[in-house]
Nanobody
């Protein structure tokens, strides 16, 4: 059974930092591109970042480029997202996601970890 478990969210002030983690199990993690997506209250899913299987190639949404850093450890079957210079508009539930469907809403994802940025 595929399982994705996120952790590391929290409440921070603008300009603060958080480090999100995703623990993956039930599939050959290192063979899969993985993504972080987020969903703000009342809004749809937004793609945030993507990393290929070996971890060589990373991609970011324009809204987070230069502030967030995605990485992975294929020995530990973990993926990470370092969030720096956080803004109130980054407030959302963040999901570790395996892109196994054409629609983000239908992709395999974890239960999410909440990030709240406010003063």
């Amino acid at each position: 059974e595929v399982q994705l478990v996120e952790s590391g969210g929290g409440s921070v002030q603008p300009g603060g930092s958080l480090n999100l983690s995703c623990a993956a199990s039930g599939f050959n993690f290192g063979l899969h591109t993985m993504m972080w997506v987020r969903q703000a209250p009342g809004k749809g899913f937004e793609w945030v970042s993507r990393i290929d299987g070996p971890g060589d190639r990373t991609y970011y949404a324009d809204s987070v480029k230069g502030r967030f850093t995605i990485s992975r450890d294929n020995i530990k079957n973990n993926m990470y997202l370092q969030l720096n210079s956080l803004k109130p508009e980054d407030t959302a539930m963040y999901y570790c996601t395996r892109p196994d469907a054409s629609d983000i809403a239908r992709m395999t994802r974890g239960q999410g970890t909440q990030v709240t940025v406010s003063s």
